[in-house]
């Protein structure tokens, strides 16, 4: 990047910033990332590159909304959508939906979710984006899983792994095993979806994905927990917890600190307490954590 500052390639200098905001945030440090991004976008909105600049927007929407930001990163991702249809950009168009439809995932508006991710779905199809389709897909899964449709979650889940799988996307195929492994959880298939969970888990550390890492170790333990194996459920949670406290993710530090405290008590679940009531409980108490943040 110095190199590209001193000959004075500001497209090439801008480039770099992108790849090092990446970089960051696959490592999970998002703050930083941001701050390579927000360079990024500066160059290329004075050197009049509006592809870079949607691109840019995006990066930048991405990161706020793993900071749990959310209505932050529906500003970028909107800015970075009007762009992508302004100049015809149809995988960029489609990328923005997807991005869109997650972050108000994470808002729990499940069904305007599902609108976006359906969008981006057709988008993908169309143009013959098999990694954009995968994508749009598990994260259908996800919506669908978070409305307490398991079966049709598992539908586009095993949907999405076996693109993912096939185009060599192995970030992707991890995602996808995520997906699988909550829906059989939530369907008391907690084996299966142990097994689901351990092969995310192995995929996420060989490309060095700590996030990803983490998530699994929490989704892991939960399933570990419903079948009382509570040493390696505890031993999950805390590996989870250390990978969340060095990313700066206080939400998740707090999610691990419940579970820990849950296992410490004699009933963690009791038998007669329906568990559909309970993820309904868990999806309030997420929705209003994030609406907190605003």
Known sequence: MEIKRAIGDRRGEASSLIGLGNACYSLGEYRRAIEFLQQSLEIKRAIGDRRGEANSLNNLGNAYDSLGEYQRAIEFQQQSLEIFRAIGDRGGE???????????????????????????????????????????????????YSLGEYQRAIEFQQQSLEIKRAIGDRRGEANSLIGLGNAYDSLGE??????????????????GDRRGEA????????????????????????????????????????????????????????????????????????????????
Not at 194 to 199: A, G, L, M, P
Not at 253 to 281: G, H, M, Y
Request: charged share 25%; with cysteine; proline share 1%.
């Open 190 to 207: 907690y084996q299966r979806a142990i097994e689901f969970h351990q092969q995310s888990l192995e995929i996420f550390r060989a490309i």
């Open 215 to 294: 998530n699994s170790l929490f989704n892991l333990g939960n399933s570990l927990a419903k079948l009382k194996r509570k040493s390696e459920a505890n031993n999950a949670y805390l590996h989870a917890r250390e990978l969340y406290q060095g990313m700066g993710l206080d939400a998740d530090v707090e999610d691990c600190n419940n579970a820990i405290q849950r296992l410490k008590r004699k009933s963690t679940f009791s038998p007669r307490f329906p568990q559909s009531l309970w993820r309904w409980l868990n999806r309030l108490w997420r929705l209003l954590r994030a609406r907190l943040r605003r």
């Open 94 to 144: 489609a990328t923005s939906l997807n991005n869109l439809g997650n972050a108000y995932y994470s808002l729990g508006e499940y069904q305007r979710a599902i609108e976006f991710q359906q969008q981006s779905l057709e988008i993908f199809r169309a143009i013959g984006d098999r990694g954009g389709e995968a994508t749009s897909l598990n994260n259908l899964g996800n919506a669908y």
